[in-house]
Antibody, heavy 117, light 106 residues
């Protein structure tokens, strides 16, 4: 079945970086864009950007430009999201989600990133 | 950037009620709108895409309507499994979510 399996929870100090992985299975990884969406505790959903796994092209939300890097490894059908210069307000659950020409039809279970000194 | 505004923020309802959630876009997004359901501790689930198309496997009590700047999600007869938070999302220009509507038990 189609699924996205994300890496485990992370605890980071302010100023550090975090890299979250998202392994796709059950479909052709290079055939669908991949989004990253985050959700701070008790808050709504926030779109961070997408990567085209076929070309490696990316499109980041303006808020995250300069701090986020999305990459992929097609040999293992895995997308990555790296966020640098972490702050306490980056504490959130980070989701990867498959794009189906706009709507996001398959989601990972989320990766909790906690930023604390 | 396109802003999405949902109303109400919280809705109290009983099993069997007809429930309507509204989503407004700050500019026209044609029909490029999706609705998601999220339960605590879980990832969002796609319910509706292109404003009114029902995602496969989603019960027919869910329906969506609207175009341009105003959209609605309707649950025709609320079931116990439907108590959750609902988000609209535009994908006309980049992607953006509404702030969510929590449907709670009355």
């Amino acid at each position: 079945q189609v699924q996205l399996v994300q890496s485990g929870a992370e605890v980071k100090k302010p100023g550090a970086s975090v890299k979250v992985s998202c392994k796709a299975s059950g479909y052709t990884f290079t055939g669908y864009y991949m989004h990253w969406v985050r959700q701070a505790p008790g808050q709504g959903l926030e779109w961070m950007g997408w990567i085209n796994p076929n070309s490696g092209g990316t499109n980041y939300a303006q808020k995250f430009q300069g701090r986020v890097t999305m990459t992929r490894d097609t040999s293992i059908s895995t997308a990555y999201m790296e966020l640098s210069r972490l702050r306490s307000d980056d504490t959130a659950v980070y989701y990867c989600a498959r794009d189906r020409e706009g709507p996001m039809d398959v989601w990972g279970k989320g990766t909790t990133v906690t930023v604390s000194s | 950037d396109i802003q999405m505004t949902q109303s109400p923020s919280t809705l109290s309802a009983s099993v069997g009620d007809r429930v309507t959630i509204t989503c407004r876009a700050s500019q026209s997004i044609s029909s490029w709108l999706a609705w998601y359901q999220q339960k605590p501790g879980k990832a969002p689930k796609l319910l509706i895409y292109k404003a009114s198309s029902l995602e496969s496997g989603v019960p027919s009590r869910f329906s969506g309507s609207g175009s341009g700047t105003e959209f609605t999600l309707t649950i025709s007869s609320l079931q116990p499994d439907d108590f959750a938070t609902y988000y609209c999302q535009q994908y006309n220009s980049y992607w953006a979510f509404g702030q969510g509507t929590k449907v709670e038990i009355k």
